[in-house]
């Protein structure tokens, strides 16, 4: 009924400004739209399922001030753009593109559509009406370095990620540094296979990283299949953006939880109090946004003290692993000793740290 | 390099090989029959979660094989009935099954998500299956020696039984077949519910073996790999198996520059951009295609009613 309304009354008017007005007006009594534009499908138990559970948080928290519509699998691409516009003219007035990729799609849609509010994860570039928000994971790969560095026989790790973009890029640095506090000779073998979401390739990837010495393989990609491989081999892993442990109960040692509610209900909240702003919001384990899944009983106490020390030193805002002097691939000093990088600098990093293998 | 390395490498690229190995021999199958179907996707979708679905509840992978086969084929046949009955167009209507299948198998996947079935791995005691040079003959899932028996049966049934001469016939020129009495339609059926059985098995291997769970769009573009590989293969099947098995080399080969593979031992290798390694599948698709058809006709012959629909004059 509303797409016949605003056809009949595109055909009257014939100007999309009018028709914009006219159209606010008749769903002012409506509830208010919110929009996700999802990267993978809300089934991946992993990245998107965290932010899905954000979205249900919105419903349940605003469900009758706010409807919230969703569009899975939304490849990173041009092909955005007709994705992210089309829920624009479904009348959201707020619409979250959660992925790093979809960051210039955003801000494309956002100048055609100054009245509807944007909000990008993970990226970085910001606009009037669009906002851009981001979740502190390296804090979290800190933990699971440290876990690594300390329960890796061989020394050599296995870190498997998607692309080469900035939140990679720091989880790789956060869990290189933290494993070679614990044993200074721990190297990382990367391995990007270029998708988020590729159950086979992500298997294959672990198979390869396992063989070539590998006896402990974190992942930066989606799915829980690594943490198959890992249990059927009998090593360890990680869960990656939520608890993975019921794929494989021995070979999950925790997991970085996503945890999107709270920042998802509060900027709801603002679209519908009228005091959204355009914000950069960078929020980690001290607001509850990176949460540490519970341990894997095979993990021995004195690793948990330490874990949980560098778990409370974030709390606390005492501690960074971003702290000089930090060394890059070929040897060169990027971070004095003492300096602690900036967030800037870590929003838009392109380096890897030294001990970490990749492929030019 | 030690030899447990390459026997390990061997088994990941024998893991990366076997699915794409199983729908390209059932599309090669279909296609000798005269139709192309480029559903391949979707019915790797729809074995996979039936496959999953099935050993879920009865616990007997066996019986979750099956499903995966009777999921395949059961898709195919509305395709089949979409083609041969009302004459639609193969390739709209394989594009149009592939989405379908995707769509339908997350739906029924929605209550199997987030669950695990017990991995079809070896039937070989452990002893065997676990050892790191024994595992290279028996460390695999029964669906690997499958897919490799089925290779020189496709091709025995292709080329020296009669029921395979028929198919080809019907493939080649449906109306001469349908004169002296072969039902060509009834052959096609057959032929394309093989091909979906097939891809229902190959889908089931990545829902039941490498990874055993249910994850939405878990095959992540297989199928149409599978699809890319009969054209490769020049619609004969012992290139079909060494197609498919450079393929998977290939694809390995990506994971292992990636990881740093080459390393220190050869760095003239590993200073190559990663990219390269990426793009040397479809790189070799080009080279393969051009290798084929500069030679003429001889190398790849597609059967001569490939794609058409049968409208006999009577």
Redo the contacts between chains.
């Keep these: 009924m509303t797409t016949l309304n605003r056809r009949s009354l595109m055909k009257a008017v014939g100007a999309a400004a009018t028709l914009s007005l006219v159209g606010t007006t008749a769903h002012a009594a409506d509830k208010v739209k919110i929009g996700f534009i999802f990267l993978g499908?809300i089934?991946?138990?992993g990245w998107t399922w965290a932010h899905n559970k954000g979205r249900e948080a919105i419903d349940a928290a605003l469900g009758d001030k706010v409807e919230t519509i969703y569009v899975e699998?939304v490849l990173e691409d041009a092909s955005a753009i007709p994705v992210i516009r089309d829920l624009a003219q479904q009348g959201c007035k707020l619409i979250f593109t959660t992925s790093y990729g979809f960051m210039d799609q955003t801000l494309t849609v956002a100048a055609e559509f100054p009245d509807v509010k944007f909000e990008h994860c993970t990226g970085f570039k910001r606009a009037d009406n669009v906002s851009t928000y981001n979740s502190k994971f390296h804090e979290g790969r800190a933990v699971l370095g440290t876990i690594a560095g300390k329960m890796s026989k061989s020394g050599t790790l296995?870190y498997l990620g998607s692309y080469k973009v900035p939140e990679v890029v720091l989880g790789v640095n956060a869990f290189a540094l933290a494993a070679q506090k614990q044993n200074p000779a721990a190297t990382v073998?990367?391995?990007?296979?270029?998708?988020w979401?590729?159950?086979?390739?992500e298997?294959?990837?672990t198979?390869?990283?396992?063989?070539?010495g590998c006896d402990i393989v974190t992942t930066h990609t989606d799915?829980?299949?690594p943490l198959?491989?890992l249990e059927?081999k009998g090593l360890y892993g990680f869960g990656q953006g939520a608890d993975m442990s019921?794929?494989a109960p021995t070979a999950h040692l925790t997991a970085i939880e996503d945890i999107w509610g709270p920042y998802y209900v509060a900027r709801a909240q603002a679209l519908v109090d009228g005091t959204w702003t355009s914000a950069d919001t960078w929020d980690g384990m001290k607001e509850g946004t990176v949460v540490i899944a519970p341990y894997n009983p095979a993990i021995p106490a004195d690793v948990v003290a330490l874990a949980d020390e560098i778990k409370a030193g974030y709390v606390a805002g005492t501690y960074d692993i971003f702290t000089g002097p930090i060394f890059d691939q070929d040897g060169v000093e990027k971070v004095k000793a003492g300096e602690v990088m900036g967030l800037e600098q870590l929003a838009t990093i392109d380096w890897f740290v030294k001990g970490v293998?990749?492929?030019? | 390099m030690s030899p447990e390395?390459i026997i390990?490498?061997i088994?990941?690229i024998i893991?990366?090989t076997t699915?794409i190995l199983l729908a390209g021999l059932g599309e090669l199958v279909t296609e000798k029959s005269g139709v192309l179907n480029l559903g391949v996707e979707g019915m790797m979708l729809m074995g996979a979660i039936c496959g999953f679905a099935a050993t879920a509840f009865t616990f007997n992978p066996w019986l979750g094989v099956i499903g995966a086969a009777a999921g395949g084929a059961l898709s195919s046949m509305l395709f089949a009935i979409l083609v041969l009955q009302l004459n639609s167009n193969q390739v709209a209507t394989g594009l149009a099954l592939s989405i379908f299948g995707t769509g339908l198998s997350?739906l029924i996947?929605?209550s199997f998500?987030?669950?695990?079935v017990p991995?079809f791995?070896s039937i070989f005691p452990d002893v065997l299956a676990k050892d790191p040079i024994w595992k290279l003959l028996f460390g695999y899932s029964p669906l690997v020696y499958f897919a490799l028996i089925m290779v020189p049966l496709t091709a025995w049934f292709l080329k020296s039984t009669r029921a395979g001469l028929i198919l080809r016939a019907v493939g080649e020129n449906d109306h001469s077949a349908h004169s002296i009495g072969y039902s060509v339609t009834g052959v096609r059926y057959a032929a394309i519910a093989f091909g979906g059985a097939m891809a229902g098995i190959g889908g089931a291997y990545?829902s039941m073996v490498?990874?055993?769970?249910w994850?939405?769009?878990?095959?992540?573009?297989?199928g149409w790999i599978a699809l890319a590989l009969v054209v490769f293969a020049g619609w004969r099947t012992g290139r079909l198996l060494a197609g498919a098995y450079f393929f998977g080399f290939l694809?390995?080969l990506e994971?292992?520059?990636?990881?740093?593979?080459f390393?220190n031992t050869m760095p003239f290798l590993?200073?190559?951009?990663?990219q390269f390694?990426?793009a040397m599948p479809y790189i070799m698709t080009v080279v393969a295609l051009t290798l084929i058809s500069s030679r003429g006709n001889v190398g790849a012959s597609a059967p001569a009613c490939l794609g058409k629909p049968f409208l006999p004059s009577t």
């Design positions: 499908p089934g991946d138990y699998n296995g073998k990367l391995v990007l296979i270029d998708s979401f590729d159950p086979p390739k298997a294959a990837a198979e390869t990283l396992i063989n070539l799915s829980p299949g198959q491989i059927q019921a794929f293998e990749s492929a030019s | 390395f390990a490498s088994v990941t893991g990366l699915p997350s996947g929605q998500t987030g669950r695990i991995q791995g990545f490498i990874t055993p769970m994850a939405e769009r878990m095959t992540a573009g297989r694809m390995w994971l292992f520059a990636k990881a740093n593979g390393g590993q200073a190559i951009p990663s390694w990426a």
